[in-house]
């Protein structure tokens, strides 16, 4: 065991408490106010203030052990954007997942050019450390320049229809959105949205795909895999 500095050093409350709230936060539609009131009814009192730093600090940092653990994603991905509106800008958000249905990587640009699509397979090679087999978009002209310079072996679909799987991944940070009233900057946005796709990704098993028997054990192994990430030391 590499003995580093705890990873919850001068928090006086213990990590069980810490890295439930956070899953809290990142695993449901909740604010931190209603977290407060969860852990008080258990009867803890913290602030929701404390919350909301807890998440800031740690959020990112389980996020990260979770990627270090991860089995890699699929040979093909649904790739789309969508529009966010924050600070009074707008912002598009890019966003990949794969064949299985699991969040690749979101990134959110000023813009949805050729430079931006660039920019973000460039970002998706780096997470799948080679070139997926087939890229699936919409239309829009921008992943054609970035398919043509930078993945022009893989199969780039841009057929009706085939880019469902990508359209409908956005619905669960639209609802965290709206339940936010929207992100305050890009900066807390791209920081929520990179922890929540990591976390949606451990706990997204497909219940309706499996029987009742094989959901348990899956969601039992993602509980355990959580209890790793967000250990005082890293083994």
Not at 40 to 64: M, N, Q
Not at 94 to 103: I, N
Not at 185 to 206: D, I, K, T
């Amino acid at each position: 065991m590499n003995r580093q500095a705890t990873l919850y050093k001068r928090h006086r409350f213990p990590p069980e408490i810490i890295h439930y709230a956070v899953w809290l936060y990142y695993r449901f539609s909740l604010s931190h106010r209603d977290i407060e009131d969860l852990l008080a009814e258990r009867g803890i009192t913290v602030s929701y203030e404390s919350i909301r730093l807890w998440c800031i600090k740690f959020g990112p940092r389980y996020a990260k052990r979770l990627k270090y653990r991860h089995q890699g994603c699929g040979y093909t991905f649904f790739i789309d954007e969508v529009f966010v509106k924050i600070g009074g800008k707008q912002q598009y958000l890019w966003r990949a997942v794969d064949q299985d249905g699991e969040v690749v990587d979101v990134y959110l640009q000023a813009r949805r050019d050729g430079k931006a699509a660039k920019r973000f397979f460039k970002r998706l090679l780096k997470v799948h450390h080679g070139e997926p087999r087939k890229i699936v978009t919409d239309k829009l002209r921008s992943y054609g320049v970035a398919h043509r310079e930078l993945v022009p072996e893989a199969i780039h679909d841009t057929s009706q229809y085939a880019n469902n799987r990508a359209e409908l991944s956005h619905q669960p940070t639209r609802v965290r959105e709206r339940y936010m009233r929207r992100f305050k900057s890009v900066g807390q946005a791209q920081r929520f949205l990179g922890v929540h796709a990591v976390v949606y990704n451990l706990f997204n098993l497909g219940r309706h795909l499996v029987t009742a028997e094989n959901y348990r054990s899956l969601r039992q192994c993602a509980f355990t895999t959580w209890e790793k990430a967000t250990a005082a030391y890293v083994n």
